[in-house]
């Protein structure tokens, strides 16, 4: 494999073709579901310099992220939050494509990347407020360069192209990533920011993570052909990696980030997972999705996966397991008093930030609605439904 | 009769109006396998077939779109958009396609699609999932507008739009889907209340409450508590927001000489500030006191720890009707 002196492939950068893993294979594997490490000829150029250290850390953010999802669904259960989109077995498409992006980049996601915003830094606290009720936008998008998460479908790939166009025309080599499922690629919205990217050669990464279900609709129905060609359709060079093989996403981000910085446009990812939980904590799979199906996937498992290649190699140690046991512990303890002791909103909240600046009519609204409340001596009384006169 | 939720209410409008007419289908985002995320829809596929009742991709422009073609082709298509905060990227069909079609083509097209929109907040949703956004469609011409605020008129309007020549949008109150009420399957929906009608739910002579969709329930709960201190409120529920029944409101209010008018949607441009327009250049002499709108506030629907304070609740409609009694209220002393 030849380098550029940047460390970078060269000329002919690995994948550009549209079909990585070669023919016969339908998506780029680099860990089989075993925990087998399989070579690739073009592909381990992009992981060569991922050390043993690195590998355990991978193990360590997928775990945490695990149970990041376990407890946050928990404190969902125990009323602590209105509801929670569980990314249960999503770790390594996450984990392999957050952890591969550099600080500058800027990241715009959909609802379910809570383990991306683990990798940008995020605080557990912030990531739960939304999800409590306690407010709009969980963090300050430019504290870890990633935007909030976006619940209207598709709409965040709009504005990762516009960055992209940003950073293009402010000459910088840092790149927009955007993640969006694939019920995603139907809308109009994803459809139109892949024209645009293509057009303007936006250094944008379009990371769709397929999860195979839009709540209780089958990934077929949005597409006959693998979502990863859809992109080519565009003129956008796309790669389809097994999303639960944290390596394969790894190096297929890596190549379209240094593809992006280097000049070359925007780059399509289909990683293929599985949802293995609910859509979300108020979802009931069961009515549309077969239990077999769910074992086939429970048997490719992203994290007991990595797990079998760190034990091939020796790695597995019990002082590691509880090394990242305690990691995770300790997380989910501090995400867990983060969100019982966050401070409830105050009801004239509602009125801040509307505007950048004040106006008299909203706050003729505000000095009208606090005077209604200080009308009762208990505020609560005046929110009930039923009423307290 | 039977006790039937709201939820279930619909349901079993949709089911008639299959039965009735094979040109009826139904579309949106999860209403096949799994029912609808309200579970609207639940059954209807396995009883009517993939053909009538369709999945369909993440698309919601695709959706109405393709429910105007459909339309051209004599079809009666049933669309679901899955929460109100997600029906805008068909918001170019709907106003500038399905709205103005008929006007277009001097009539010769007709665009019976009902558009069905669960809406309105009170269900502790992350945001998108608890607007109010009638007042976009009330203002476009060509749309007809309902909302229904009881099982059974939930029961019959369905089939009343479905039925009818001209697009309507359904607007449905999510947080009353469960509420039970008796539905009378029986009703043909042909000689029942015409949907474009509205009703007078309590008797009044104090002050007219106008409300609609899932603030009828707490208006004419605030009207008992408005009884148990003296005043007398007679409650319209409007049900259809475009067109207006001006004639049902401007009959009350010639009786009560007040007027309030409730909604949870913002007050700026709602359609609140239409209604007290109206009623204010056809009933001046009758006004004993200016219109009052309790409304939601000016301001993006708020997570959802606050959106109690944002709806108007049963308490700040009657400190409303206080103003427009002039009885002492929260605004008290102040000026204009
Ligand atoms: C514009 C819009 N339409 C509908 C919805 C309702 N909705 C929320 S999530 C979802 C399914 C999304 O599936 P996919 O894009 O595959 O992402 P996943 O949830 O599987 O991560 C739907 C239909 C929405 N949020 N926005």
Excluded at chain 1, 341 to 369: A, G
Excluded at chain 2, 9 to 20: P, T
Excluded at chain 2, 128 to 150: D, I, K, Q, W
């Amino acid at each position: 494999m030849s380098t550029d002196e940047t460390g970078h492939g060269g000329a002919q950068t690995p994948g550009s073709a549209g079909n990585p893993g070669g023919p016969g294979q339908e998506f780029l594997q680099l860990i089989t579901p075993a925990g087998e490490r399989i070579s690739h000829p073009e592909f381990d150029f992009w992981v060569r310099d991922i050390t043993d250290e690195q590998l355990c850390s991978l193990f360590e953010d997928m775990t945490v992220i695990r149970r990041i999802d376990v407890e946050a669904t928990a404190l969902q259960r125990q009323g602590e939050l209105a509801l929670w989109p569980p990314l249960l077995g999503q770790e390594a498409a996450q984990v392999g494509s957050g952890r591969s992006l550099r600080a500058d980049d800027f990241v715009f996601s959909s609802y379910r990347e809570n383990g991306v915003a683990y990798c940008r830094g995020v605080d557990l606290t912030d990531l739960l407020r939304v999800w409590r009720g306690n407010a709009s936008g969980g963090w300050d998008p430019y504290s870890i360069n990633m935007a909030t998460p976006q619940i209207i479908i598709g709409a965040q790939t709009l504005h990762a192209t516009g960055y992209a166009m940003g950073i293009q025309n402010d000459g910088a080599d840092a790149v927009a990533v955007t993640y969006f499922g694939d019920g995603a690629t139907s809308e109009g919205d994803v459809n139109e920011a892949m024209v645009f990217a293509a057009s303007f050669q936006a250094p944008v990464v379009f990371f769709c993570t397929n999860n195979h279900w839009a709540i209780s609709e089958p990934v077929r129905l949005q597409s006959h052909i693998q979502l990863a060609d859809r992109a080519t359709g565009f003129g956008i060079p796309s790669l389809r990696v097994d999303g639960n093989d944290v390596l394969a996403v790894m190096a297929a981000t890596r190549l379209a980030l240094d593809r992006a910085r280097r000049g070359g446009g925007p780059t399509f990812i289909e990683a293929v997972t599985y949802r293995m939980g609910p859509h979300t904590t108020a979802d009931d799979p069961t009515r549309y999705r077969d239990a077999n199906e769910l074992e086939d996937w429970a048997a490719k498992d992203p994290i007991s996966r990595l797990a079998g290649l760190l034990d091939r190699k020796g790695l597995l140690t019990p002082e590691l397991q509880q090394q990242v046991k305690d990691k995770a512990d300790s997380v989910a303890s501090e995400m867990r008093r983060g969100c019982t002791t966050m401070p409830e909103p105050q009801p004239l909240d509602v009125f801040k930030h509307v505007y950048s600046t004040p106006n008299s009519w909203l706050e003729r609204q505000q000095d009208h609605y606090a005077r209604y409340l200080a009308s009762f001596g208990d505020p609560a009384g005046a929110v009930s439904e039923e009423g307290a006169r | 009769m039977t006790q039937l939720t709201f939820a279930r209410a619909i349901n079993a409008g949709l089911r008639k109006s299959l039965e009735n007419d094979s040109k009826v289908v139904l579309l949106g985002e999860d209403i096949g396998t799994l029912g609808g995320v309200f579970r609207v829809t639940d059954g209807l596929q396995k009883d009517f077939g993939t053909h009538r009742v369709v999945d369909t991709p993440l698309a919601e422009s695709a959706i109405v779109g393709t429910a105007v073609g459909l339309a051209y082709r004599g079809y009666r298509p049933v669309v679901e958009i899955q929460f109100d905060g997600f029906i805008y990227p068909a918001f170019d069909q709907i106003v500038s396609q399905v709205a103005k079609l008929h006007y277009r083509t001097r009539g010769a097209v007709k665009m019976p699609i009902t558009i069905r929109v669960p809406f309105g907040g009170g269900i502790g949703s992350p945001e998108h999932h608890s607007e109010s956004p009638e007042a976009y469609f009330t203002h476009t011409s060509g749309l007809r507008v309902v909302t229904v605020a009881n099982p059974q008129d939930a029961y019959t309007v369905i089939q009343q739009a479905i039925a009818c020549d001209d697009p309507v949008l359904y607007f449905e109150p999510k947080r009353r889907y469960h509420d039970k009420g008796e539905v009378d399957e029986s009703v043909d929906p042909a000689s029942a209340l015409p949907m474009d009608k509205a009703r007078v739910l309590t008797d009044g002579s104090d002050v007219t409450l106008v409300a609609y969709g899932p603030l009828v329930k707490t208006a004419v709960d605030a009207a008992s508590a408005a009884a148990d201190e003296g005043i007398s409120i007679e409650v319209i529920d409007l049900r259809s927001l475009a067109p207006v029944d001006y004639d049902a409101v401007v009959a009350s209010v010639r009786k009560t000489g007040r007027l309030v008018v409730t909604h949870e949607a913002g007050q700026s441009g709602g359609l609140g500030a239409e209604v007290a327009a109206s009623i204010t250049e056809r009933c001046f002499y009758h006004l004993e006191a200016a219109p009052v709108r309790v409304t939601g506030f000016d301001i993006p629907y708020p997570y959802s720890k606050l959106e109690m304070h944002h709806l108007p609740g049963l308490d700040r409609i009657l400190d409303g009707v206080d103003r427009a009694l002039g009885r002492p209220n929260s605004l008290s002393g102040l000026e204009g």
